[in-house]
């Protein structure tokens, strides 16, 4: 087991999900169907019918299969789709898994097609979108504002790990910030350009200084460049970044977001997680913004740091809506799925219903970091779902 007590001084770590940046103006899942309208300057007003119809197709299919029905559900759907195009029985597995009302191979096609032209569509707008800097500059001084007292807490450094692939917390730093340093793995994190060095975002070192941001799912701004060795059958890749979307056959978009199937496997996706993991081993306190809790790995390093301190791992979750159900339900789910035998059944965690941004809840959470102790213990028996 891991060994908190001898904590010099508090140091907390950030894990932000959708809700930490929809004050920046970036979109959440839930209301990604209006952002299409909104965002894709370079989609034709024909093309957004079609989706918008498309969508409505996929939600129906969905729901003569009895599944919930939400965002994630169908662009992760749309990548499944997609997959059948290499399979030999497209038809029989359509119609027999997903559209039975759907009755001739004609139809069949069509539709795949049609899927095939979303998903791009969907690409395009999670680009133009998530890929632009935010303009919010009230917002982005409130945040940097924010992460900076955090960052004086923990004197001088702070890890925040992200599950979003937008670009505000460089257009945070660009705009707002001049004396604190930006580290993103990217050798120029402000200018978008350079080569990806997993030894810039090192959390061993005890003389950091500046926010440190962990990408778990990647940035739409960055992208691997594939390179096949002709002694090797394997790829080799170079991650990249880049202020504007390359044209190159041998670059491929280094993100994952619902429908894109990347692993946690695949660098730098794997360096990231790793950093999650000594995080959550070292720190006094693990503030969670904005998060649905979507994510499998991240819930799982959770139970895994949960379970190997000495004392429960003390959790602030700070969301618009009341997440106290949706945290123990998902933690239950995995645990179900998982290989690894987690015991521990107790959670020091505490949920804070509102916005990260007003004052009396930053100090409040404030308040907490330089006191963990004081977080309740809830038990997973005993809660309520």
Not at 96 to 111: D, G, M, V, Y
Not at 292 to 297: A, V
Request: proline share 4%; charged share 25%.
């Amino acid at each position: 087991m891991v060994n908190q007590k001898n904590a010099a001084h508090p140091h907390a770590i950030i894990i932000a999900g959708a809700g930490a940046s929809a004050p920046l103006g970036y979109s959440t899942l839930f209301d990604f169907e209006s952002a299409i309208a909104k965002y894709a300057p370079n989609t034709t007003a024909k093309e957004k019918r079609e989706l918008s119809y498309l969508f409505q197709q996929v939600r129906q299919c969905l729901v003569s299969k009895g599944e919930y029905t939400d965002f994630e559900a169908i662009l992760w759907r749309f990548s499944n789709y997609l997959d059948l195009c290499n399979n030999i029985r497209l038809d029989q597995f359509l119609e027999k898994e997903f559209l039975s009302t759907i009755p001739n191979r004609f139809q069949h096609s069509a539709f795949v097609q049609k899927i095939s032209q979303g998903r791009n569509i969907i690409d395009r707008v999670i680009v133009d979108h998530y890929g632009q800097p935010p303009q919010n500059l009230k917002a982005m001084k409130t945040i940097f504002e924010f992460l900076k007292i955090i960052i004086d807490v923990n004197r001088g450094v702070l890890d925040y790990f992200t599950t979003n692939y937008d670009i505000g917390l460089e257009g945070i730093w660009t705009n707002v910030s001049n004396n604190v340093r930006l580290k993103t793995g990217i050798k120029n994190p402000l200018k978008l350009l350079g080569e990806w060095d997993s030894r810039l975002l090192k959390i061993e070192d005890p003389n950091r200084k500046g926010l440190y941001v962990h990408r778990l799912h990647g940035c739409v701004r960055w992208f691997r460049h594939v390179l096949k060795k002709e002694s090797e059958s394997r790829h080799d890749c170079k991650i990249i970044a880049n202020a504007i979307p390359p044209r190159d056959k041998n670059l491929e978009a280094c993100v994952m977001y619902p429908g894109r199937k990347l692993h946690t496997s695949e660098h730098p996706f794997v360096d990231s997680f790793k950093r999650l993991h000594s995080a959550l081993s070292l720190t006094t306190c693990c503030i969670i913004l904005g998060t649905s809790f979507r994510d499998n790995n991240m819930i799982e390093y959770l139970l895994a740091a949960n379970d190997r301190r000495e004392s429960p791992l003390p959790i602030i979750v700070i969301n618009n809506r009341n997440m106290q159900p949706r945290f123990f339900q998902r933690i239950k789910e995995v645990r179900k799925k998982t290989h690894f035998h987690y015991t521990r059944k107790d959670w020091q965690i505490m949920f804070v219903v509102g916005n990260y941004l007003d004052k009396s809840i930053q100090e409040e959470i404030i308040s907490v970091i330089h006191n963990p102790s004081s977080i309740n213990i809830h038990n997973e028996r005993d809660a309520t779902i």
